[in-house]
């Protein structure tokens, strides 16, 4: 069986991953070099804290306001059909059966995160506590009681500050790891070039070509719009650098997050709906940064555009021939795995997650 999968990012990379298993033939399609964009992504993990997407609860609209009015994020791409889609859902619960799915996604893969590591750990991953400073603590505290994925949290300090302590996290190297799934996947054929257009099992690319397959995977975020799904691109920066610090951490007031590594520190920031090229408020990350941690030299940027559903829950679904999947939000890195191996199983004709289909965005 041949199938396509459009899109190199690590969910797409995670579908080759899983379909080469199976035996299938796999060609993927990606624009840039593979892993590019989702390489800017900071590399924590959070396999049992969801609320970092629950970007449509009703207090959120209030807090991207104050986050744009201090200049720490902006609004460029005005997707109508994503914000009506928004609004309708704003402050919508999510079922017993989003939060069971959402719980799977995250056991599925930290055990394959855990698989890889100890078969050879090239990538950095390590199980620690993530930190975060710039929140109330006590309600923050409080609120993980009632969280439905029970994460286990406690009080602690970092950088001389109070923080949350998020003690089921892990942290992995994106770059090592896109270059570990490029090993892994040694043999599959990429197509360098952009996806025009798909029409059932065939890919039309820019230029004409043609790529045909058995089976048609879109893992192409922000494109799967095509599809009549809504998801919306939100821009942030990853810097690796040479800044020092003992602990994976986010400042949430500074909206940075720090991640320190074997060969670098990992910095990111931004949330900036802005699907644009106009990358000026990357400078905007690193002065932030470095009211933190100091002066440090810069090794490398890399943008990556976070593909978010209006309720920050992901699509994994099949939409006539073709299966999509997309719209992880911030946390595409920690369900990478169980989205890629859902995708992978769709396209070999097996059962998906009802609750995870882009039918929700209709009723």
Known sequence: MKVVVVGGGVVGLFTAFYLVKEGAEVVIVEQDTPGERSRAAAGILEFTRFVINRINVKSYPKRYLAMMLRGDARVKTW????????????????????????????????????????????????????????VDV????????????SPKVEAGECCGREALVYLDAAKLSTDAFIERMLRELRGVQIVNKRAAEVA??????????????????????????????????????????????????????????????????????????????????????LERAREVLGDFDVIDMAVGYRPCTPDGFPVVDRMGSVVVVTGACRLGWTYGPALGKLAADLALGRRGIEALSAGRFRR
């Open 138 to 149: 006590e309600k923050a505290l409080e609120e993980a009681k009632r969280d439905p994925l």
């Open 200 to 285: 059932g099992r065939e890919v039309w690319l820019e230029g004409g070509d043609v790529v045909q397959g058995d089976a048609v995977v879109v893992a192409a975020g922000y494109w799967a719009r095509k599809f009549g799904i809504p998801v919306a691109p939100f821009k942030g920066y990853g810097f690796r650098t040479t800044a020092k610090s003992q602990k994976m951490f986010i400042e949430m007031a500074k909206g940075v997050a720090v991640v320190p590594l074997s060969k670098w520190t990992k910095v990111t920031g931004r949330f900036d709906l802005d699907g644009s090229g106009d990358h000026s408020p990357a400078q905007r990350v």
């Open 79 to 134: 997707d109508w059909g994503w914000i009506s889609t928004y609004l309708r859902v704003w402050g919508r619960e999510p079922s017993q059966e989003m939060w069971e799915a959402v719980k799977a996604l995250g056991d599925f893969s930290q055990r394959q995160y855990r698989a890889l590591a100890e078969e050879e750990n090239d990538f950095d991953y390590a199980e620690e506590p993530l930190y975060e400073v710039g």
